[in-house]
């Protein structure tokens, strides 16, 4: 599938994570260890789902309330203690909708031409013992067309003969075409099909769980989770627009149309949501997600025109099929946990708009995070985008940068200075000095989370200078925890990777560089990129306030030595991850990833190689002591973690890092020199 990814312009704290390292007395562990899997073995753990739990500290300010009962001995899980409190946090019931939801991918074999079809299910029946399921989804998912000749000249139909069809769940097993067959599907008069799972040793394993139904009402907070754009599963969130509506649809057979009645959602819906599921705040399942409008009647292009079948229509077309397929019926929620909401979150967007910088060059609008401030002196150091502060026009940084401030209403121009900058991880800083409007107008500086500690379908804002017409907030929700795309370098000549937290809040150009911020108003990532390709809507992407703030520091230690670059510690290994798997922990109603990250080689003479590591080892965790002191703790529990790590080591730290070989867990220790460092600008 082709994409196209841009950069959103004109044109942390990191997590103090702490790691049983030194003295911690760590057993044998399987050769396919992870991270997890070696704690539970050590003893420190008693589960993975504890392990996992203990890496992150929960992110909402629910989750945070939960945490701090748990600490003054309440043993309830987290939905015993939502139950007892007159709000509701929605992404508890969200983590757990989502194992209700798997990803189809089904191919055909027509004339000898493969047709491949991605898209999404929902779980209505399950018995996870015998490895048995029953999935409801929309029938063109699951059916592709017949046609010989053109218009009514030529045949047309459809058909669910597929040569393969996977079943993927949200904890990542997948379901073999042999355990899978169709029930039932129609497509005259609805848009919807059974299938059902029989004996299914993936699903046996997995986190999955049979989804809930209920009725919704207009203007009832809404969150669409599908397989959308065929990029994995994601969550996107909106409100009931029109509860109901006869939508017209184009067939399976790809000519003739089919009309029913849908709800319509704000929600974004994309290419492979269809066949996944509408669910409520409550994570009770309100629709089947069948369609999404493009254009107007006059041909107008707009957004925010989904649609979902009804969940009470889904169960009445399910009870005709009973007699004739013995098809189970949906169950009906009787979660009785009180409804509502923090009234935290409502005032989040408006504290973090003093933290946000617009920023203007010769070639470029954009935006930027007050990282430190000192209003007395009027200095400011500024994180932003390097795309932000280069220049196209002279082919290196803009010799002329300027920030607004938000509340200036005369738009007063103050020139910045810049610092350094990584054009490979997209970073730059720029300071702003004897300023006395940060003063005057309030500024502040962004308060930084553990961006690790993030949530599916957390709420979340994005704050900057959208279009280039003054910092604005859009309000969305995590749609994916972390996700690898590849953009232009700002010079054009090379591509630049990112590893992203997905969002469906609006972002557009000018949004580069601007500040992602949390319920709490706490600064979560940086805003760089949103997908340009036709049709796919509710993808921005921000990196995470850990690796901003790795790299911010880094280039921030490089200037004091007047340098305008990174200094990265470099191990000389490439990494390979493997066995990637979520997690979902009832007990904190919350879903974790773990990958099992592997050397695939290694440099001789290189820091890892000094170390003692070889080819083939799972890296757990690490630690960085400095002067005597721990300054870092980490599990490696996914790929992204090491990365970020690298820029926070400094000359003479002492490395530890814990691995796995051949089913042994050992410690490996170095003491970093000048020559296991690279310039990174």
């Not at 107007?296 to 007699?323: H, K, R």
């Not at 992602?516 to 796919?536: K, T």
Request: glycine share 10%.
């Amino acid at each position: 599938m082709k994409k196209s990814w841009t950069a959103a312009l004109a044109c942390v704290m990191a997590g103090a994570l702490t790691v049983g390292l030194a003295g911690c007395n760590v057993a044998s562990a399987p050769d396919d260890s992870s991270s997890s899997s070696a704690g539970v073995e050590s003893g420190m753990y008693s589960s993975v789902q504890e392990f996992l739990a203990a890496q992150e500290t929960p992110s909402t300010y629910e989750r945070r309330l939960y945490e701090e009962a748990v600490a003054d001995g309440y043993e309830g899980s987290y939905y015993d203690f939502l139950a007892g409190m007159s709000f509701t946090d929605d992404t508890a019931y969200i983590n757990r909708a989502v194992n209700s939801v798997v990803e189809i991918t089904v191919t055909f074999t027509i004339n000898n031409v493969k047709r491949e079809s991605a898209g999404s299910g929902v779980i209505f029946w399950l018995d996870k013992e015998a490895g048995d399921a029953y999935i409801v989804t929309n029938y063109h998912v699951i059916a592709t067309y017949l046609s010989t000749g053109f218009g009514p000249w030529g045949t047309h139909s459809s058909t669910t003969d597929w040569s393969s069809i996977y079943l993927t769940t949200y904890s990542g097993q997948t379901v073999r075409s042999e355990d899978v067959s169709l029930v039932v599907g129609d497509n005259t008069d609805t848009d919807l099909a059974v299938l059902k799972v029989t004996g299914s040793d993936e699903l046996k394993e997995s986190d999955a769980v049979a989804a809930t139904m209920a009725e919704t009402s207009v203007g009832e907070t809404v969150y669409a989770i599908g397989n959308a754009n065929g990029e994995g599963t994601s969550v996107t969130k909106g409100v009931v627009s029109v509860l109901s509506e006869e939508i017209t649809v184009t067939a399976a057979d790809n000519y003739s149309t089919v009309s029913f009645n849908a709800m319509r959602t704000d929600a974004a819906v994309n290419q492979g949501n269809s066949g996944g599921g509408l669910f409520n705040a409550r994570g009770e399942l309100v629709g089947i997600v069948s369609a999404r409008q493009l254009t107007s009647s006059t041909g107008v292009d707009i957004d925010g025109f989904g649609f979902a079948i009804p969940a009470p229509d889904v169960n009445a077309w399910l009870g005709e099929m009973q007699t004739q397929y013995d098809v189970p019926a949906l169950q009906t929620s009787e979660d009785t946990s009180p409804a509502g909401t923090s009234s935290v979150a409502s005032s989040a967007a408006g504290a973090v708009a003093n933290s946000v910088v617009a920023i203007e060059t010769d070639s470029a609008a954009g935006s930027g995070v007050i990282w430190s401030l000192d209003e007395a002196e009027g200095d400011a150091v500024i994180v932003t985008n390097y795309h932000v502060v280069y220049s196209t026009e002279q082919d290196g940084i803009s010799d002329a940068i300027s920030v607004y401030l938000y509340g200036d209403a005369s738009a007063t121009p103050i020139e910045a200075e810049y610092v350094g900058g990584v054009q490979s991880e997209d970073l730059a800083v720029i300071r702003v000095e004897d300023c006395a409007l940060l003063e005057k107008y309030g500024c502040e500086a962004v308060r930084c989370a553990d961006s690790d500690s993030l949530t599916l379908g957390e709420d979340v804002y994005a704050v900057g200078n959208a279009a280039g017409e003054g910092i604005s907030v859009t309000a969305g929700v995590v749609s994916v925890l972390y996700e690898d795309i590849v953009v232009s370098s700002a010079d054009g000549r090379s591509a630049v990777s990112i590893n992203g937290i997905r969002t469906d809040a609006a972002v557009n150009h000018g949004n580069s560089g601007g500040g992602l911020f949390n319920e709490l108003g706490e600064f979560i990532g940086i805003v760089s990129a949103r997908s340009d390709e036709d049709g796919v809507i509710g993808f921005g992407y921000a990196i995470g306030s850990n690796h901003v703030a790795a790299v911010a520091e880094n280039i921030l230690w490089q200037a004091e030595n007047g340098e305008q670059s990174a200094s990265c510690a470099t191990l000389g290994i490439t990494i390979l991850a493997e066995a990637s798997n979520r997690v979902f922990n009832e007990q904190t109603g919350k879903v974790y990833s773990e990958e099992k990250v592997v050397v695939q080689s290694l440099t001789s003479g290189s820091l890892a190689d000094r170390m003692g590591m070889d080819v083939n080892d799972t890296l757990l965790a690490a630690r960085i002591d400095r002067d005597g002191q721990m300054v870092r703790a980490v599990s490696i529990t996914t790929r992204e973690k090491l990365p970020t790590l690298l820029y926070e080591l400094r000359e003479g730290d002492t490395l530890t890092l814990l691995i796995s070989r051949g089913g042994e867990a050992r410690e490996l220790t170095v003491t970093l020199e000048a020559s296991d460092f690279q310039t990174r600008a």
